[in-house]
């Protein structure tokens, strides 16, 4: 990463992001070492993998505030699930989750020890994809129509009709409805169509992905990091970076935290010191 192209918020981004996600990072090969100081500053796979986990798990935070508020009905600012899971989709699912099953879980899955591991890691990567499209569907235009139409007040802010729906809860995706109720379950496309199933799916990624990404970061990298020789590791970390820049130019990284970092501002959850134990 080249510090010095990034304002200094972005670098209070960059690192707040590596804080909050509460990386531990596992220690490094002298000789891995020796070998990146011609690209000082530049993290290895590893290293790589568990900061986009931080900004996984800020993601995770957004769903948790979001589906509370939502329960308690209490505000919450258009745009804050679309625009999270947006990032959700093209920052972890397209590329560090394809990164994992490109680079990682290969060279793992014929590892007895680990084989049933790999095995469950993909499984939750399809079942995360899936729970995303559920979401986007949720939010496409033409899905929904408001049940109340407001009136004319506050037409300059006025809420997206999905959002109308969420604090309705009636049966969103109107074209697929036939006597839905608020209550039931996905369609057989997956696709939610009420408040309810939104929380569901949204509830079930956080579950899902808590302990996914926990067993990554202590087992699976760990692991990784142990069986590549150290130019491999090398050579994967230039991957890493390379497919990084393809898709999201030289600071891919710290502006999608700062993307997460204005969503949380939204929610009222970025300053940390919410979060701090009274006790
Ligand atoms: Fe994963
Ligand atoms: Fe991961």
Redesign the pocket.
């Known amino acids: 990463m080249d510090n010095r192209k990034l304002t200094s918020r972005r670098r209070f981004l960059c690192l707040t992001g590596g804080l909050a996600a509460g990386m531990v990072l596992p220690a490094i090969p002298s000789t891995v070492r020796a070998d990146q100081k011609e690209g000082a500053g530049a993290l290895n796979p590893v290293e790589d993998l568990m900061r986009e986990h931080g900004v996984l798990r800020r993601i995770l935070l957004i769903y948790d505030e979001s589906a509370n508020r939502i329960r308690r009905k209490k505000e919450l600012p258009p745009g804050v699930i679309e625009d999270s899971t947006h990032i959700l989709r093209r920052y972890i699912q397209d590329y560090?989750?394809k990164l994992?099953e490109e680079e990682i879980f290969p060279r793992l899955q014929n590892d007895e020890r680990l084989n049933s591991l790999i095995a469950i890691?993909t499984t939750?990567?399809e079942a995360g994809r899936r729970l995303t499209d559920s979401i986007l569907e949720f939010f496409k235009p033409g899905t929904v129509t408001p049940t109340k139409p407001k009136t004319e007040q506050k037409t300059e802010q006025k809420m997206p009709a999905a959002m109308e729906q969420i604090y309705g809860g009636t049966p969103l995706i109107t074209h697929l409805l036939g006597k839905e109720t608020p209550e039931m379950k996905m369609t057989a496309k997956g696709i939610p169509h009420s408040k309810q199933d939104l929380l569901i799916a949204m509830e079930q990624f956080v579950r899902m992905y808590r302990p996914?990404?926990a067993r990554?970061d202590t087992v699976?990298f760990t692991a990784f990091q142990s069986i590549v020789s150290p130019r491999k590791f090398i050579e994967v970390g230039e991957k890493f970076k390379n497919r990084g820049r393809e898709l999201f130019g030289e600071h891919g990284f710290e502006e999608t935290v700062e993307s997460v970092a204005d969503i949380e501002k939204k929610l009222g959850i970025y300053d940390l010191s919410k979060f701090t134990a009274e006790a």
């Open positions: 560090h989750e994992e890691l939750q990567h996914h990404a990554e699976v």
